[in-house]
């Protein structure tokens, strides 16, 4: 952490979303930032940054390649724990706060809870005082208030809520037109920002990083070797299959000299 914007006013506010595949986290930053979402909607498959202007703050968004519900951080690819890391760099000098992206349109239970948690605590383990659970497709839940879904709900989620020091925000991306809610979220963050943590942000922590390169590393040696290995099993196949080929061509050739006899 670095303290050294404890002084100067919020004008800018850098932002990562992180979450589970498919919870909603593009979705997310097309509304933050007040974009047109009709376009079709991919998977992330690494950081992505969007920009903007809102209520008079410069927002910075990260978007990240998220993790599959019910695995946990060892399960999920090299690649996909460097792109969440290094999603601290794509904002410079570093992220105010991370957006826990959570939709309400299923069940949390404590697999899931497990993932977020070491996902999470990947970035590091002090991560918990910059984050604020976002819950995504709002719309589902009808006329239910935010605060009796979390009463519904099993512990997993209130343990993470209490985790994130009960810092929360719904987001219904459906609205169109609607600023309140995104002007709602940005005074939650600020408010988070100018309390006991001052206007500090994050940065990547070395010790993890070096053992993700390490990791890296490793990852594409074991990558090559598979290639080399297939690569020659392809010019083993090629050349039983030129030896199969030229056993028939020698055949052919000894029974017509058998019929010119």
């Known amino acids: 952490l670095d303290n050294r914007e404890r002084s100067r006013p919020i004008t800018n506010i850098r932002i990562v979303l992180v979450g589970a595949k498919g919870s909603g986290k593009t979705s997310a930053l097309n509304t933050i930032l007040g974009r047109d979402s009709t376009q079709p909607l991919r998977r992330t498959a690494q950081c992505q940054v969007g920009e903007g202007v809102v209520f008079g703050r410069q927002l910075t968004v990260v978007d990240t390649p998220g993790w599959w519900m019910n695995?946990?951080?060892?399960?999920?690819?090299?690649?996909?724990?460097?792109?969440?890391?290094?999603?601290?760099?794509r904002c410079p000098p570093g992220p105010h706060v991370f957006l826990l992206v959570i939709r309400v349109d299923r069940a949390f239970t404590e697999t899931y809870r497990r993932a977020a948690q070491q996902h999470l605590q990947l970035i590091s383990e002090h991560i918990w005082g910059r984050v604020i659970v976002l819950f995504g497709f709002g719309d589902w839940l009808g006329g239910t208030t935010t605060?009796?879904?979390?009463?519904?709900?099993?512990?997993?989620?209130?343990?993470?809520l209490e985790r994130c020091g009960n810092r929360y925000h719904i987001l219904n991306n459906k609205t169109k037109g609607d600023g309140f809610q995104v002007r709602d979220l940005i005074g939650k963050i600020e408010e988070m920002l100018t309390g006991g943590n001052s206007y500090q942000y994050y940065e990547i922590e070395r010790n993890v990083m070096e053992q993700l390169e390490v990791k890296m590393r490793g990852e594409k040696e074991r990558a090559k070797e598979r290639l080399m290995k297939k690569e020659k099993q392809r010019q083993m196949a090629r050349s039983q299959l030129g030896e199969l080929t030229t056993v028939k061509s020698d055949k052919h050739c000894q029974h017509d000299a058998v019929s010119l006899i």
């Open 147 to 160: 605060e009796q879904y979390i009463e519904s709900v099993g512990e997993p989620l209130r343990w993470l």
């Open 71 to 89: 695995y946990f951080c060892e399960e999920s690819t090299i690649f996909d724990q460097r792109e969440l890391v290094v999603s601290l760099s």
